[in-house]
């Protein structure tokens, strides 16, 4: 079967810097995506990787290994605003995405 | 530019009763999805529709019905809606199927079924 991993919660403090990693099973590979999706809102994206790096945007950073089939969202100099859920997503070889349950991430002051 | 807009944004229904969620988007894209999003759960795809006058079902599409009369639109209906059915509702479009076709995502439509 087709399966997304990531950590259900994590805890950062403001101004720090946190990884959240995400590891997949799919069958076939187009493409993996981040969203981010505050409580009570729509998951709006954050970055797409389709070959292994690192992708930088600003302060929020994706990477990709295709071979160990794993990926993590780094996001520096946090803020209180970044509190939210980070939502892994792996676009099959049918080109269908398969969704993590996310990772609750908690910034305190 | 109102991007996707869904109604209604909340909906109490007793076990059932019938109703239509409407997603319409402004950005001419051709793909439209409906989602739903259960605590602990990834987002699980119902159906979806590649164009206009086409549907597809996707990982949950049991109890629902969809229509895309109209390229903006997307309308996913609930004949007898039965209280596994309380949940958060999505629609999202994007202009294809592959690749780095980011998904535009409506603000969700709550239901909860009694």
């Known amino acids: 079967g087709q399966n997304i991993d990531q950590p259900t919660e994590m805890t950062a403090t403001e101004g720090a810097i946190v990884q959240i990693n995400c590891t997949y099973q799919?069958?076939?590979?187009?493409?993996l995506f981040w969203y981010q999706q505050h409580a009570g809102e729509a998951p709006t994206f954050l970055s797409y990787n389709v070959l292994d790096g690192l992708e930088e945007k600003g302060r929020f950073s994706s990477f990709l290994s295709r071979s160990k089939g794993y990926s993590y969202l780094l996001l520096k100099e946090l803020q209180m605003k970044d509190s939210a859920s980070y939502l892994c997503a792996v676009m099959d070889s049918n080109y269908q995405l398969i969704w993590g349950a996310g990772t609750k991430l908690i910034i305190k002051p | 530019n109102a991007g996707v807009t869904q109604t209604p944004k909340f909906r109490v229904l007793k076990t059932g009763q019938s109703m239509t969620l409407l997603c319409a988007q402004d950005m001419n894209h051709e793909y439209m999805y409906w989602y739903r999003q259960d605590p602990g759960m990834g987002l699980r795809l119902i159906h979806y529709?590649?164009?206009?006058?086409?549907?597809a079902k996707g990982e949950v599409p049991d109890g629902y019905n969809v229509s895309r009369l109209k390229k903006q639109n997307f309308l996913l209906g609930l004949e007898s809606a039965a209280p596994s059915q309380t949940s958060v509702y999505f629609c999202a479009s994007c202009t294809g199927g592959s690749g780095a076709n980011v998904l535009t995502f409506g603000a969700g439509s709550r239901l909860t079924v009694l």
């Open positions: 529709s590649v164009g206009e006058g086409t549907t």
């Open positions: 799919t069958s076939g590979f187009n493409g």
